[in-house]
């Protein structure tokens, strides 16, 4: 038999709106010893994880712990916990992501009732909460922000009407926690899912999620004992048994619990690395870090602008952590980004759907998030579009990024 080859990873400079590049304290502290899931040392670190996750989460809610899977898992284990069959929820959608809430909660047998705005904008939430009036749903679902159309949908408005007509809020958060403002608790968010591969610029494997006592009571309703782990007189049939068992959060929340009633093996390193990268946001400061998040997003997009390219969607309503630059005319797009790839070692993104080959999505997460990146990233997409022939404002694209981090040094030295 012959040998595999060892592996070998090139070095990238990740651009995308996830996964990011990982900060190497992370990555060596996910490196560390497997401790076993009922070791006091482990179990203490569940609990200051949870903590730490309230902090940057931004809220009181005594649930705050991870999902072992990628994003999808949390929105998955959130939506088929409260949801029952024939419940009617509400999904706004405004890309890709409000079209995976509204597979998921169908699946759950929900009655899913779909508001559609144009891809670029956002819902004026006057509309929605309109909507919210007409069908009074169980269950609206929302995109904060959807990475897809590199749009943030505004939430106040939206979860005041919500917790006035006892209507469930749910958030998927996970190209925005971390990165930007997300205040769980005072938009009235009921539950809120998030992923450790964006902002949090962990490796993708965990999705963290927080949840209050109206969705609690839910599960509590609806919480069934695995069968391996009760007596015989304990066992009771549950009608409205949540149908999955590993996405189960009232068996979760109990795992997560003093009781520790065993669910599954917990995912060791990858709670070491989440623990490490909420420690590393809680350092910076969370208003310091959405300062680099919105500093950077400012160098990009002026360097973006002053090369000649046009930006796409509504600006008024920008996720600042993606940014989607129309492909020029006469331009492919994927020949671009494969050279920047081949050529620079530089990854960003293109879109779905109807929006595949018209725009690409450059990422400013996390770690990935600093001004060298931006930097060099702008210096070789200008080489790669001159290579490709596109007309373009030679030079001035990191001259008018510079520009921006110039000012900010000299505002801070003042």
Not at 333 to 350: H, K
Not at 366 to 392: D, F, M, P, W
Request: aromatic share 6%; glycine share 8%.
């Amino acid at each position: 038999m012959q040998p595999t080859n060892r592996l070998h990873v090139p070095a990238r400079t990740i651009m995308t709106p996830g996964p990011v590049e990982v900060d190497p304290r992370v990555l060596q502290a996910m490196s560390s010893s497997i401790l076993g899931q009922f070791d006091p040392t482990f179990t203490s670190l569940m609990n200051e994880t949870m903590n730490q996750l309230r902090k940057v989460l931004q809220t009181d809610n005594h649930w705050a712990f991870p999902v072992d899977g990628t994003s999808r898992a949390g929105i998955e284990a959130m939506l088929c916990s409260v949801i029952e069959e024939g419940d009617t929820v509400l999904i706004p959608s405004f890309g890709r992501f409000g079209g995976l809430l509204t597979e998921i909660a169908e699946r759950c047998g929900a009655k899913v009732h779909l508001m559609h705005c144009e891809w670029g904008s956002v819902f004026d939430p006057k509309n929605v909460i309109d909507e919210m009036k007409t069908i009074r749903p169980k269950v609206v679902a929302m995109v904060h922000g959807d990475t897809s159309t590199g749009r943030m949908q505004p939430l106040e408005e939206i979860g005041r009407a919500c917790r006035e007509q006892d209507i469930l809020l749910i958030v998927d958060a996970v190209a925005t926690v971390a990165g930007t403002n997300v205040l769980t608790d005072e938009w009235n968010i009921d539950g809120l899912i998030t992923g450790t591969q964006k902002c949090l610029s962990i490796p993708a494997g965990m999705a963290p999620l927080t949840y209050n006592e109206r969705i609690e009571n839910i599960l509590l309703e609806r919480k069934s004992i695995e069968k391996g782990l009760v007596s015989q007189d304990q066992l009771a049939s549950n009608t409205r048994k949540i149908r999955s068992n590993y996405l189960d959060l009232s068996q979760l929340q109990d795992y997560w619990s003093p009781a520790r009633l065993n669910h599954h093996t917990e995912a060791t390193t990858m709670l070491y690395g989440l623990y490490e990268g909420l420690r590393l946001i809680l350092e910076e400061g969370l208003e310091n870090r959405f300062e680099r998040h919105r500093l950077n997003e400012r160098a990009l997009v002026a360097g973006v602008e002053a090369m000649g390219l046009t930006l796409f969607g509504d600006n008024g309503y920008k996720l600042p952590t993606v940014t989607c630059v129309n492909i020029p005319d006469g331009v492919n797009g994927d020949s671009v980004r494969s050279m920047l790839l081949e050529e620079f070692g530089i990854e960003i993104a293109s879109s779905f759907g109807p929006l595949h080959g018209k725009i690409w999505r450059i990422g400013t997460m996390g770690y990935s998030c600093q001004q060298r990146n931006v930097l060099l990233t702008l210096a070789s997409l200008e080489a790669v579009l001159l290579r490709h022939k596109a007309k373009i404002n030679v030079g001035d694209g990191v001259q008018a990024a510079l520009d921006v981090y110039q000012k900010k040094e000299r505002i801070e030295s003042v």
